[in-house]
């Protein structure tokens, strides 16, 4: 008699699990950002790019029109940011990176005054 008894809690429990999932499932992030070894729109994001790639930080807002700034910290400790820039909902951006500095690289995207994405790259030596 027991054995009924757990059969039907597992598939009550599955059905919920079910039923539940399509609730629970992630909505599409806000806002695309990565670094690519390329400027192209269909240069594919990358955590490595050699000395003498062309480098570029892309962002895509999924939601609507945005303002936003994209800031590149490099090896040596000094930053550069491009701000105010416009996004129009579902346009890929690209903003160049002009560092050959070899090292580890910090991309941060900024909307609103709040960051959205950080990303980090390295230039070999």
């Known amino acids: 008699m027991k054995a009924p008894k757990t059969l039907t809690a597992i598939v009550v429990g ?3 699990l079910a039923s539940a999932a399509p609730a629970s499932a992630k ?3 806000a806002y695309k950002h990565y670094v690519a070894c390329g400027l192209s729109q269909n240069a594919k994001p990358a955590h490595v790019c050699q000395k003498r790639r062309d ?3 892309f962002f895509r807002s999924n939601l609507g029109g945005v303002f936003y700034k994209v800031c590149v910290r490099f090896p040596n ?3 550069e940011c491009k701000g105010h820039q416009k996004a129009l ?3 890929l951006y690209v903003n160049e990176i002009t560092s050959n500095i070899p090292g ?3 991309v941060t995207w900024y909307v ?3 960051s959205v ?6 230039v070999p030596s």
Not at 117 to 122: A, D, L, N, Y
């Open 112 to 114: 609103a005054g709040k």
């Open 14 to 16: 599955v059905a919920l």
């Open 55 to 57: 480098k570029g930080a």
């Open 104 to 106: 580890k690289h910090r």
């Open 27 to 29: 909505a599409p992030a």
């Open 117 to 122: 994405g950080v990303t980090f790259f390295t």
């Open 77 to 79: 400790g000094s930053s």
């Open 89 to 91: 909902k579902g346009t």
